[in-house]
């Protein structure tokens, strides 16, 4: 689960990361309070507005902008909030900013030597450990600093046995050229941030940039965090932090009917009891020409009530020329699993797309004769290649 920036940005600040403050405003007249109150808090008298949407590139597609008196700060806010911002991570209609975070400026008028920095902690899949990944070129792409600039980005590993040293806490502090009291603040806001990702389970941080001012301070401008989702029943209050109107409509509907989906850019969709398999179909998929539309996994209980709400979460999709059940009995027998389907087709009426349905293990013939008689437009299969050159004779 993604969260906004000012949200990130309170679980940071709730491990002792030092952030820009902020308060989060929904209206041009809420940014004015907020201003007023972040003046009285930190003395600030300049402000960023800065578009809350779950989007990188904010800045660049105008998202992010420095307001030097409250009537810039309300014609700015007004600006922003119900625009629909495009950044190169949007979609081409971009998305609909609800609230923007007013937040003090940071980066002091005359300050000669603003530094930003790269920091992000995420799991290295290779080495199975969670890292700091950081970087001297902050405030950039860091995508283009990957490409074309590698060894400007260093990584630490942490072992989980021991969590981050001192000594690799110190390790990036001299890699980003840092001495001093700039130094010392480093090593602390690093070891804050690695607490934090590890405390708040997350799977994901990215401070892009990480402000060194010319008074030797450390702050976290920008906040990306994503929270593991497998561990949000243990932090409910995170879990309150979730913006539906960010994430993809049919995922939240599946999300809430208990459904396991993901939703792609193909044409074929699919329905499968695993995530092994879903995987293995989706590859079957484009062997026989196809793109899955999706990922879908209805786990072990394929009931008729279950795969009608599969069938009609696939449906949403226009994109989608043919469905493929591809469904394992084991624990679940597949004549059950045909007659989920069979009820699920005649209770939905006329399904347009053609259904190729693969149902293997137990009373698995059965669950082919149970198809085959119900007299609806589905072909069934028992073998994979057999299901997949279905797949490819309806896609043409
Ligand atoms: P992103 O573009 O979505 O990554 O949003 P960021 O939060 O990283 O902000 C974009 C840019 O705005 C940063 O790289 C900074 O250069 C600038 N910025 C952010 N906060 C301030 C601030 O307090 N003062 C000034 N002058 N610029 C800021
Ligand atoms: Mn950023």
């Given at each position: 689960m993604n969260l906004h920036e000012y949200q990130g940005k309170e679980v940071l600040n709730s491990f002792g990361v030092t952030i820009q403050r902020g308060i989060v405003a929904h209206t041009p007249e809420e940014a004015v309070a907020a201003a007023k109150k972040l003046t009285q808090e930190t003395g600030t008298g300049w402000h960023v507005i800065k578009a809350q949407v779950h989007a990188g590139g904010r800045g660049k597609g105008g998202g992010v902008k420095l307001a030097k008196n409250l009537d810039q700060v309300k014609s700015i806010a007004n600006d922003i909030i119900g625009m629909n911002l495009i950044t190169p991570?949007?979609?081409?209609e971009g998305k609909k900013v609800h609230q923007v975070l007013v937040a003090?400026?940071?980066?002091?008028?005359?300050?000669?030597e603003p530094e930003e920095y790269y920091i992000s902690v995420l799991l290295n899949r290779v080495t199975g450990k969670n890292m700091v990944m950081y970087s001297t070129?902050?405030?950039?792409?860091i995508e283009t600093v990957a490409e074309?600039?590698?060894?400007l980005i260093f990584h630490e590993e942490i072992d989980p046995s021991t969590g981050l040293l001192p000594f690799q806490a110190r390790k990036v502090a001299f890699n980003l050229g840092l001495s001093g009291m700039a130094f010392k603040q480093m090593t602390k806001f690093v070891t804050a941030l690695v607490k934090a990702y590890e405390s708040s389970d997350s799977s994901m941080f990215e401070i892009n940039p990480v402000l060194k001012t010319s008074d030797d301070k450390i702050i976290a401008v920008d906040a990306k965090v994503s929270i593991d989702d497998n561990a949000l029943y243990r932090h409910k209050d995170y879990e309150a932090?979730?913006?539906?109107?960010?994430?993809n409509p049919v995922e939240v509907e599946a999300r809430a009917v208990g459904l396991n989906y993901v939703d792609l850019d193909g044409n074929v969709g699919c329905m499968v009891n695993g995530a092994g398999l879903a995987m293995a179909t989706m590859d079957l998929i484009k062997q026989a020409g196809g793109e899955p539309a999706n990922f879908l996994d209805v786990g072990g209980t394929a009931d008729a009530e279950r795969v009608e709400a599969a069938f009609n979460l696939i449906l949403?999709?226009?994109?989608?020329?043919a469905i493929l059940v591809n469904i394992f009995?084991?624990?679940?027998?597949c004549d059950r699993v045909a007659q989920g389907i069979v009820d699920a087709y005649k209770n939905m009426g006329t399904i347009k797309v053609p259904i190729i349905v693969r149902l293997q293990g137990t009373n698995a013939d059965i669950a082919k004769e149970l198809i085959d008689n119900s007299g609806l437009d589905v072909q069934s299969a028992i073998e994979f290649q057999e299901a997949a050159d279905k797949v490819q004779a309806v896609l043409g």
């Open positions: 991570q949007t979609s081409a003090e400026d940071v980066y002091y008028p005359g300050d000669s070129e902050g405030g950039m792409d074309e600039t590698p060894h932090m979730r913006d539906l109107r960010e994430e949403k999709d226009p994109a989608v020329k009995g084991g624990i679940v027998r």
